[in-house]
T-cell receptor, first 109, second 114 residues
């Protein structure tokens, strides 16, 4: 079967750095997405990786290793507004998105 | 209006009611999706419409019936639902094919079945 694993919840301190991991087993691979979802709101796109390596976008970076079936989202200089759920999703060989259950990130002052 | 809009934002219905959820996208996309989001579970893809034709239904119960009259509008018709159908229903759209097939989501309809 297809599976996406990510931690259920993480806690970090304002101003610090946090890394949210995602591992996947899917039938084929056509890209990995990270989305942010604030409570009661729509998921919003953060990043897309299809090749190995690090993609940096401001305070957020996303890393992919296809051989290891592994990705992480790195958030730097954490702000209170970064408190949200972070969803990892992989597009399989049929170009359908397989979603993880999300990681709830709690930022403390 | 911009992006993807959904109405209503909240809905409470009894098990014998019939209701419809509406989604509209203002992005010029050609594919639309219905997802179910339950607490602490992955997003569940229910239906996909690409170029107004349904391409995926993932064995969703027949009490959920989608309708896509054009590329901008998507409906989810609900009838004789069960309490376990209570969830957040999200609509999304994307352009296919594209470099990333990124999906844009609406704010969702919070459905409670009593």
């Amino acid at each position: 079967g297809q599976n996406i694993d990510q931690p259920t919840e993480m806690t970090a301190t304002e101003g610090a750095i946090v890394q949210i991991n995602c591992t996947y087993q899917t039938s084929g691979f056509n890209g990995l997405f990270w989305y942010q979802q604030h409570a009661g709101e729509a998921p919003t796109f953060l990043s897309y990786n299809v090749l190995d390596g690090l993609e940096e976008k401001g305070r957020f970076s996303s890393f992919l290793s296809r051989s290891k079936g592994y990705s992480y989202l790195l958030l730097k200089e954490l702000q209170m507004k970064d408190s949200a759920s972070y969803l990892c999703a992989v597009r399989d060989s049929n170009y359908q998105l397989i979603w993880g259950a999300g990681t709830k990130l709690i930022i403390k002052p | 209006e911009t992006g993807v809009t959904q109405t209503p934002r909240h809905l409470v219905m009894g098990m014998t009611n019939k209701k419809s959820l509406k989604c509209e996208q203002h992005l010029g996309h050609n594919a639309m999706y219905w997802y179910k989001q339950s607490a602490k579970k992955p997003l569940e893809l229910m239906f996909v419409y690409s170029l107004e034709e349904r391409v995926e239904n993932n064995s969703v119960p027949s009490r959920f019936s989608p309708e896509c009259p054009n590329s901008s509008h998507l409906f989810l018709h609900l009838h004789t639902l069960q309490p376990e159908d209570s969830a957040l229903y999200l609509c999304a759209s994307s352009q296919v094919p594209s470099s990333s097939y990124e999906q844009y989501f609406g704010p969702g309809t919070r459905l409670t079945v009593t």
